[in-house]
Structures are given as C-alpha cells and as structure tokens.
C-alpha cells in the first residue's frame, strides 16, 4: 500500500472533528484550530514541538515524532515518521493522530498541505519571544486538555526569564557574537530569540541591527566587529570545535581575553522552556566577562 492509495486507505481510521469553539486556539499562522475532544493522539513534526507538548503535559499523548526529537528521554522511544523537512506521510497516517503540530518555516509546505486536505487538525507553531513559548505551551495545554500542567509550566518559565532579566539586563554591556551556524557561518539579530537572549543577558550583539534573522557572514565581518565575547551553540551538545576556529585571531578581543564560550544548542536553539537554562549559562558567561575586565 504506497502512495495516495495508501494515504486514501488510512484515511479511513482518522476520525473527523467536530467544530465546538470550547475548545479553540489561535496557532502561529493566525489560523483558528478547533477540536471537538480533548486531543488524545498527537504527532509532533519538530524537536521543539515535541518538547513544548511534553512541557505542555501531554507527553503521554504523543504517538509520533521525528527525528532528533531527544528531549524528554521518553520522547526517544516514540515512533518517529522521518524528519521535520520530509515526513513519512504514510507512517504518520498510519498512527492516526487527532492533533498535528507543525513548524511554520520549519515542515515542508505540501505535506502539511496533504494532510490537511486529509482531514487532520494542524496546529501550527513557531515561537519567536519569551512570551511567545509561556503562550504556546498553554495553547498546547488547551487543545490536549492538560491546562493546570500547562499554566505552571509557563508560570515557572516566565518568571524565571523575568528574574534573569531583571538580574542582569542593566549590567555593563558585552559586545557579544553569537555564533549559530559555522559553514556558512551565521549569527542572529536581536529580532531572533537568541537575540532577545542576548539583550536579557546585557549583552550587546554586534549584528543585532542586521536586517536578516538570521545573517550570513564571513570571518572578515567577525574580526571587523571585534566582540568582546563569542559564544557558540556548536553542532552536538559536547561539541566545542567551533570556537577553536577564532583562535587563529589572537588579536581578535574575544581571543586575547579568553571570552570563548560553549553554550549546549538544545538549551539556547531550541524555544521551549529549557531557555531558561540556556539564557542562565549565557548570562553566567557575560557575567564572566564582566569580571575579567575588573581583574585586568
């Protein structure tokens, strides 16, 4: 059974929601998404989906992920159908979901487009502000009805990225470079969460008023804004290598005063409540920085 037949066949076995407005949300592309029930067979389609909806309560709920979904560890032992950017439309039919959620930017545009016309309800989600994840997690909470969950865990995250800010944004500015991506190398702006990161943390991001989210750049453009710090996310959460690159730079300030730093990816990459540990170590490395210049 292959192809549209196949996705034809198990149609069959997704029930069809009703329209009841008791249980409705507004998703990240400003569409209203309804369910009838509780959802109770929810399939997530990026790593950060996955983490939201587990932050969300509704881990037990989850019958799909994709790959790279590492986070709860229980997430790992969820069948997986493929990646964020080409999902096994089959095997995801086949598992029946009652709730989709998808990434904006992040999933292909025609399987999301397929499975809509199949009848699945697609909650779509990109967060791009503190805010914006306390909102989604609760969001999520409403649509698999696990709303007390759903309201603490955005409390607590809330207010823990409120006491940061509060902690350190009047600090002594750092001219900070955040390093996302090494080839092509890239950084954020401070439209970018990581950004927004950057900022809460007093720190001053040298390509902040960029126009791209996120920005293409060359070694050259680095060493021309000479930051003071370089925090990198690097590609594995023990992967260090890229900050070994600037080292050929010694004159580069973030060299001579050994300001390199190791931020683990899935805590700073990812908008899901482990933000809040992430924007804690960025913090603390700023904060270092800060107490080198007193030392001097």
Not at 33 to 50: E, K, Q
Not at 117 to 144: C, K, N, Q, W
Not at 153 to 162: I, L, P, Y
Not at 249 to 273: C, G, M
């Amino acid at each position: 059974m292959r192809g549209a037949l196949g996705l034809a066949f198990l149609l069959i076995a997704i029930p069809v929601q009703g329209h009841d407005h008791s249980r409705c949300v507004v998703d990240d592309r400003d569409r209203e998404v309804c369910l009838h029930n509780a959802a109770r067979r929810i399939a997530t389609l990026s790593p950060g989906a996955t983490e939201l909806t587990y932050a969300a309560g509704a881990g037990d709920q989850v019958v799909a992920v994709v790959s790279y979904s590492d986070y709860p560890p229980q997430a790992q032992e969820v069948a997986s159908v493929g990646s964020h950017t080409r999902i096994d439309l089959e095997a995801l039919v086949g598992l029946a979901p009652d709730l989709v959620i998808g990434w904006v930017t992040g999933n292909p545009a025609e399987q999301m487009e397929t499975l809509e016309a199949l009848g699945m309800p697609v909650f779509y989600i990109e967060p791009r502000s503190v805010e914006d994840v306390a909102h989604t997690i609760e969001r999520l909470a409403r649509l698999a009805g696990t709303e007390p969950t759903g309201r603490q865990a955005a409390s607590e995250f809330r207010d823990g990225m409120a006491a940061l800010t509060a902690r350190y944004r009047e600090r002594d500015p750092v001219p900070t470079f955040y390093q996302v991506w090494d080839e092509p190398l890239m950084s954020v702006n401070n439209e970018h969460l990581i950004g927004q990161v950057v900022e809460l943390c007093g720190g001053e991001n040298v390509f902040g008023e960029l126009e791209r989210l996120v920005p293409r750049l060359d070694d050259e453009a680095v060493l021309a804004a000479n930051p003071e710090a370089i925090i990198a996310g690097g590609m594995g959460e023990e992967n260090r290598h890229w900050l070994t690159h600037w080292e050929q730079y010694p004159h580069l300030d973030a060299v001579a005063k050994e300001n390199l730093y190791f931020v683990p990816p899935s805590l700073i990459q990812r908008p899901t409540p482990r933000l809040l540990e992430g924007a804690q170590i960025l913090c603390e490395k700023l904060e270092q920085t800060r107490q080198k210049r007193g030392a001097s």
